[in-house]
């Protein structure tokens, strides 16, 4: 039974483009979502989500959160190459004692 | 999909004790396993790559002789936090790789919990 789902599985883009990846999950005592960046070792933290409808931002990157639909979205805009990765979605529930990972969608930014 | 399974999920135990957590592919042959470590912030931190048949690669700084790791068989890696003390409390996660992976795509386990009294 999939807890948290990621699509597309993979994405290939030109730079420049604007990209929206999608979560969605169905657990029990939602606590967070968590958004990860990951390139060669461990992923990297990008975004914590608790409360629907807050727009949390960090440069080219933002990502939102729908509890009523159980998604979120994260959102890249004008795509670099740098981007280029595997995004994480990760859902903590059951009051933080249990956290399931999507299965990732790899983007691939083209020059 | 490729899935990872760990156990236990969640464990509690006194200070001084040995906990060892478990980490399955139940449905492809891992030849490799890795094993994290959630921080503070959620960030993750690597703490070593665990090849099937062959000693664990572990990350600068930390303990192999605390944080031991084996890797038996292509479906199964085991981590025992040796001497437990309460800064070992965290989240554990292991992931895995698939033989035929191309992109070096990691399926991740549930994680466990580990409080340390």
């Known amino acids: 039974e999939d807890k948290v789902v990621q699509s597309p599985l993979s994405l290939v883009v030109h730079e420049g483009d604007t990209v929206t990846l999608n979560c969605s999950y169905e657990v029990t005592n939602f606590r967070s979502l968590l958004w990860y960046k990951q390139e060669k070792k461990a992923p990297t933290f990008l975004f914590m989500l608790t409360s629907s409808g807050i727009e949390k931002k960090s440069g080219r990157l933002s990502s939102i959160l729908d509890k009523k639909e159980l998604f979120s979205i994260l959102n890249i805009t004008a795509t670099q190459t740098g981007d280029s990765a595997v995004y994480l979605c990760?859902?903590?529930?059951?009051?933080?004692?249990?956290?399931?990972f999507g299965g990732g969608t790899r983007l691939m930014v083209k020059p | 999909g490729a899935v990872v399974s760990q156990h236990p999920s969640w464990v509690i135990c006194k200070s001084g004790t040995s906990v060892k957590i478990e980490c399955r592919s139940l449905?492809?042959?891992?030849?490799?396993m890795f094993w994290y470590r959630q921080f503070p912030k959620q960030s993750l931190m690597l703490m070593a790559t665990s090849n099937e048949g062959s000693k664990a690669t572990y990350e600068q700084g930390v303990e192999k002789d605390k944080f031991l790791i084996n890797h038996a068989s292509l479906t199964l890696s085991t981590l025992t936090v040796t001497s437990a003390h309460p800064e070992d409390s965290s989240f554990y996660i292991c992931s895995a790789r698939t033989p035929d992976s191309v992109y070096n795509e990691q399926f991740f386990g549930p994680g466990t919990r580990l409080t340390v009294l």
């Open positions: 449905d492809f042959q891992a030849t490799t």
């Open positions: 990760a859902v903590e529930y059951d009051a933080g004692n249990m956290l399931t």
